[in-house]
Nanobody
Framework: QLQASGGGLVQAGGSLRLSCTAS????????MAWFRQGPGKERNWVAFINWSGRGINYAESVKGRFTIARDSAKNTLYLYMDTLKPEGTAVYYC???????????????????WGQGTQVTVSS
């Protein structure tokens, strides 16, 4: 079970840190990602980090503003979000998949496990 937290209400230009923890499983062998789903929209990929932490990629819309990181000792995935924009208002989800096969990590179907989501609201 993944548990996402850290969302909230922030003004445009502000920052937030999201966290995703796991109970009952060690995340060190999982590829992980953050997705977001705005009101009435599809769930879209935001950032990816592979099991080792050495493979990282971001959606173009967040490059340079968001940072994904993982702390194996704390069994936690993070998303540091800076310079937030109103279009970033969404429910943010963490996702995980055991690192065993290659695939398109930007796709929802790549992942086996999902957190419950945490709401981020960016006011203009």
């Amino acid at each position: 079970q993944l548990q996402a937290s850290g969302g909230g209400l922030v003004q445009a230009g502000g920052s937030l840190r999201l966290s995703c923890t796991a109970s009952g499983r060690a995340l060190s062998s999982y590829d992980m990602a953050w997705f977001r789903q705005g009101p009435g929209k599809e769930r879209n990929w935001v950032a990816f980090i592979n099991w080792s932490g050495r493979g990282i990629n971001y959606a173009e819309s967040v490059k340079g503003r968001f940072t994904i990181a993982r702390d194996s000792a704390k069994n936690t995935l993070y998303l540091y979000m800076d310079t937030l924009k109103p279009e970033g208002t969404a429910v943010y989800y963490c996702a995980a998949k055991v690192h065993d096969t290659l695939g398109d990590y930007s796709q929802v179907t790549f992942y086996n496990y999902w957190g419950q989501g945490t709401q981020v609201t960016v006011s203009s």
